[in-house]
């Protein structure tokens, strides 16, 4: 499975950002895909992942300003970014489980929000 991270970017604290994720199969044979972030000297944090059944997860850091859903006709997960804080500053990461197990990478987009 291919992953295809895109929409990052440069924001004003406050400002959104909605990231995409396009797998090169269909979203239905995979069980889970998540967004993590990554900043620099650290390890990749879970933020938002969206299940085959469309059951949600968000890390208490983004409750009630980020959004992830799924479109299984364009094989997109999409992650809504509002009311974005500096500290969301990261490189933005989609991953894949399949329902076999496998895990897959994408390639990361980074996003940045000033002050």
């Known amino acids: 499975v291919q992953l295809q991270a895109s929409g990052g970017g440069l924001v004003q604290a406050g400002g959104s950002l909605r990231l995409s994720c396009v797998a090169s199969?269909?979203?239905?044979?995979?069980?889970?895909v998540g967004w993590y972030r990554q900043t620099p000297g650290n390890g990749r944090e879970l933020v938002a992942s969206?299940?085959?059944?469309?059951?949600?997860y968000y890390a208490d850091s983004v409750k009630g300003r980020f959004t992830i859903s799924r479109d299984n006709v364009q094989n997109t997960v999409y992650l809504q970014m509002n009311s974005l804080k500096p500290e969301d500053t990261a490189v933005y990461y989609c991953?894949?489980?399949?329902?076999?197990?496998?895990?897959?990478w994408g390639k990361g987009t980074q996003v940045t929000v000033s002050s």
């Open positions: 991953r894949a489980e399949m329902r076999y197990g496998a895990v897959y």
């Open positions: 199969r269909s979203l239905l044979s995979i069980s889970t």
């Open positions: 969206i299940t085959s059944r469309a059951s949600t």
